[in-house]
């Protein structure tokens, strides 16, 4: 046996093993590797890791890290590491936190020659537009929510109305709530006629739905003036969801633990939710008979529209921005759409997608999809903030016995003084 000969084929398999191993990596180093960002909520996650998955099978140079954080601590991440140049490339945001993202500097426009301005307007619904600011868009759904009034048919039947005909004005939705309404001899509430939390979604149903309704309009065209005195259209909104509970009493404040549980164990017979509540009744309330129905209107349709939208941050550049823009659109495209709402439950952000037969005659789907172009999203400056003065207010007519027109004229003119000192920085 010539050893030698061995010697020199092994030492030669090794050279070419090696040879290869390198130029994989150098091929390797080729690859743009990019983080995104969103909020911990096991189904979203879950479908964005085989998102990712497809993603990347469809662009092999490009690699995806999902990193995800509890909600409560999300805004003090972005906070702490955007302006640094670290964290994320691609991030989910709620559209109400936009000014404060944009304002600090977190977020860029997003390329106009990637992202035409009149395609987006024109295949998006209306509330695209609260993902605008000074002419320049900063990011993009997937998604939409709008709310809707979910109603339990086995509590009509047992109250002897029409399960088929749920309330489709505001004043039918006080008459049918009162005869839904059970108290015992004592006055205390066994089942709510209509479920009144105002920290889960009537806050966001006074503002962007009853306001609207009203005739009114949340803000100025510029974003820098509220409008809620026009035509005395905020006044009364306040006062019809105020007085459900203090004139009308067909439901109470922290009744059964929140809303959600209320209507879910059929102690509340209806409730004003979104279409986000779908996979938790399904999944906690299997065998709950209910309906979904438009929300009830007066002079105006509309419902609010709310979402959380991708964007890119501000420091992304070279083939970090060409990869991220890549994704984004990826994100933002029919198919993703699609498979987002059938699997999440949310409402597809495009008109194309969403107005397709099998949503729009869905017998619970429908109702959320076909309020979609009456959606309303009113610009943030700080949502949080925000939604606590309606609150406040509220909790002024309730336990400080403050008149609801002395709680909402406190109410427009501390939210005005929030939007001036934007505006004025």
């Known amino acids: 046996m010539n050893y030698k000969l061995i010697l020199l084929l092994a030492f030669s398999i090794l050279l070419f093993t090696g040879c290869s191993s390198k130029d994989t990596a150098s091929s390797g180093s080729d690859t743009v590797e990019i983080e995104y960002w969103q909020y911990s909520f096991d189904s979203k996650v879950h479908l964005m890791d085989d998102l990712i998955k497809q ?125 839904l309404t059970v108290r015992d001899k004592n006055g205390k509430l066994i089942t709510e006629g209509l479920a009144w939390q105002p920290e889960a979604q009537l806050h966001t149903w006074f503002r962007d739905g009853l306001l609207y309704q009203a005739g009114g309009k949340d803000q100025s065209d510029d974003y820098k003036k509220i409008l809620w005195d026009d035509n005395n259209a905020g006044l009364e909104a306040f006062k019809y969801l105020v007085e459900l509970s203090t004139v009308h009493k067909i439901g109470e404040k922290d009744f059964y633990t929140d809303d959600s549980t209320a209507f879910k164990t059929g102690k509340a017979a209806m409730n004003i939710d979104g279409s986000f509540r779908l996979g938790d009744l ?42 991220s823009v890549k994704f984004l659109q990826f994100l933002a495209s029919d198919k993703v759409m699609e498979k987002w709402s059938d699997e999440i439950g949310e409402l ?78």
């Open 282 to 323: 399904k999944k906690g309330a299997p065998d709950l008979n209910y309906g979904v129905a438009p929300l009830p209107s007066y002079k105006e349709k509309a419902t609010p529209a709310t979402y959380w939208a991708n964007g890119i941050t501000a420091n992304v550049d070279g083939k970090k921005l060409e990869a």
């Open 55 to 179: 993603f990347e099978e469809e662009n092999p140079g490009i690699k995806i890290k999902q990193t995800t954080f509890p909600y409560e601590q999300y805004n003090q991440k972005i906070a702490a590491l955007v302006p640094a140049g670290k964290g994320p490339d691609v991030i989910n945001l709620y559209y109400g936190w936009l000014p404060k993202y944009v304002k600090s500097g977190f977020l860029q426009p997003l390329p106009k020659d990637d992202f035409p301005q009149e395609q987006i307007e024109s295949e998006y619904f209306p509330f695209i537009q609260t993902s605008k600011l000074d002419g320049e868009y900063y990011s993009l759904p997937t998604a939409v929510r709008t709310l809707a009034l979910f109603y339990n048919k086995d509590l009509f039947k047992k109250a002897g109305l029409d399960p088929e005909h749920p309330p489709t004005t505001w004043d039918e939705l006080i008459d049918i709530g009162k005869k």
């Open 348 to 425: 597809p952000a495009k008109k194309e997608v969403a107005l397709q037969d099998k949503y729009v005659n869905d017998p619970i789907i429908g109702s959320f999809v076909n309020q979609l172009p009456d959606g309303k999203s009113h610009f943030f400056i700080d949502e949080n903030v925000e939604r606590q003065y309606i609150l406040d207010a509220i909790n002024k007519v309730l336990l400080k016995q403050t008149s609801v027109e002395g709680a909402f004229a406190e109410l427009e003119e501390k939210t005005q003084s929030l939007f001036d000192e934007y505006w004025n920085q």
